[in-house]
């Protein structure tokens, strides 16, 4: 059991140099450090899991490694294991600086507290903003460079975007701005004129597969394939999931992926009478709640203050129930694409995908969630019950 957790380790530590399927994107701003040309203001937007954070990462640390190396394409790489290196990765770096939602706004930045990734209501408040805008006046404390990240910068609200229009039009010399975004298009148009963007795009499983073999070298076949299915093109998530999978084995527990799950749940559906909706809704929140045990554990260690903790649990379970929600539609999706010729079939997993989709919408402004899910089970169950 000890080797599990040292290759867990081990391999959570690598991760971070690993840019799985963006190669040609990470070449070209390694050229353009290469000719002195680093865009100043740079937006890296992608889906959720899809790389930005590792990305964003290794080029913090290419901008501000001493000592950076020539990789096998004849380009600039930072070394990856000098003092520098070592602490841009736990973020500890004076001239490397990350901004991140909030839960909710403090007057005093003492009692800031970081949102999860999951938080949707999150925001980077003003004072945050007026913070950045402050701190990217300075100079390098360092050497010549510095470079400031805002994670989910979609969250700055209308008065943050405001306030630091001019600091992403010309930061200072040597400060680079890297701006991270799922939904780049919630940013104002004056915003996103002033950035270079580049997306970062889903990673094909074969290329995903192939590096969690390598990273993973202890899992199995069936494993990997069902993590790769479970990320839809998104490295980070596939790592998630092979992850938990190396949790499960530690515990003694059978490994059964999400997909597997998923699947059976829809198969439940399709075998349920109509008052089995009340049942569906009650295994969805226990799937729901398994899978984000380990979010709201980590969401609710970094929080000190107990209000803080309940508040981002109420929201974290409807996170997590969006999360399976978007599981499901996976697997509908699947069955929808394998329905070809059966326009009857076809249409009834249209249908389905379809209340999915709202139902997730309501969940996450906050409907009642065992109301809505008794709802959205009741329609998926009905279609099949008159037949
Ligand atoms: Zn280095």
Not at 87 to 97: A, G, H, N, T
Not at 161 to 175: C, M, R, V, Y
Request: aromatic share 6%.
């Amino acid at each position: 059991m000890a080797a599990i957790t040292t290759t867990a380790n081990a391999s959570a530590a690598a991760k971070n140099f690993d840019l799985v399927g963006h190669g040609a994107r990470w070449h070209s701003l390694a050229r353009a450090v290469a000719k002195d040309a680093v865009p100043q203001t740079l937006l890296l937007s992608g889906p959720a899991h899809v790389g930005k954070w590792t990305f964003a990462l290794r080029f913090a640390q290419l901008l501000l490694c001493p000592q950076p190396v020539t990789d096998v394409n004849g380009l600039p790489a930072p070394c990856a294991t000098c003092r520098t290196c070592h602490q841009v990765e736990i973020e500890v770096f004076p001239d490397f600086r990350v901004y991140r939602p909030l839960v909710s706004a403090a007057e005093d930045e003492r009692d800031w507290v970081v949102a999860p990734e999951e938080l949707e209501s999150s925001a980077i408040h003003i004072a945050q903003a007026r913070k950045f805008r402050n701190e990217s006046l300075y100079r390098p404390t360092n050497g010549k460079r510095k470079v400031m990240i805002m994670v989910q910068a979609e969250r700055m609200n209308e008065a943050s975007q405001n306030a630091l229009l001019k600091t992403f039009e010309e930061p200072i010399p040597g400060l680079t701005i890297l701006l991270l975004a799922e939904q780049p298009q919630l940013l104002k148009a004056t915003i996103l004129s002033r950035c270079w963007e580049m997306k970062l795009t889903l990673v094909s499983d074969s290329t995903i597969e192939e590096w969690l073999a390598r990273r993973f070298a202890g899992s199995t076949p069936r494993e990997r394939v069902e993590a790769v299915r479970v990320a839809g093109g998104r490295p980070g998530a596939a790592w998630n999931e092979m992850q938990r999978f190396e949790r499960l084995k530690a515990n003694n527990e059978e490994v059964v992926s999400r997909y597997a799950q998923t699947r059976e749940f829809v198969q439940r559906i399709a075998r349920s009478q109509p008052v089995g909706a009340l049942a569906l809704t009650e295994e969805a929140l226990r799937l729901a709640a398994l899978w984000g045990k380990d979010d709201l554990a980590s969401a609710q260690g970094e929080n000190r203050k107990a209000a803080d903790a309940k508040k981002i649990e109420r929201i974290l379970v409807r996170s997590q129930i969006a999360t399976f929600l978007d599981e499901l539609s996976g697997v509908y999706r699947e069955l929808w694409k394998a329905a070809v010729g059966q326009p009857e079939q076809a249409a009834r997993l249209a249908f389905g995908l379809d209340q999915i989709r709202k139902t997730r919408h309501y969940i996450l402004r906050n409907a009642s969630t065992n109301l809505a899910l008794d709802v959205l089970f009741g329609s998926l169950i009905a279609p099949q019950s008159t037949r």
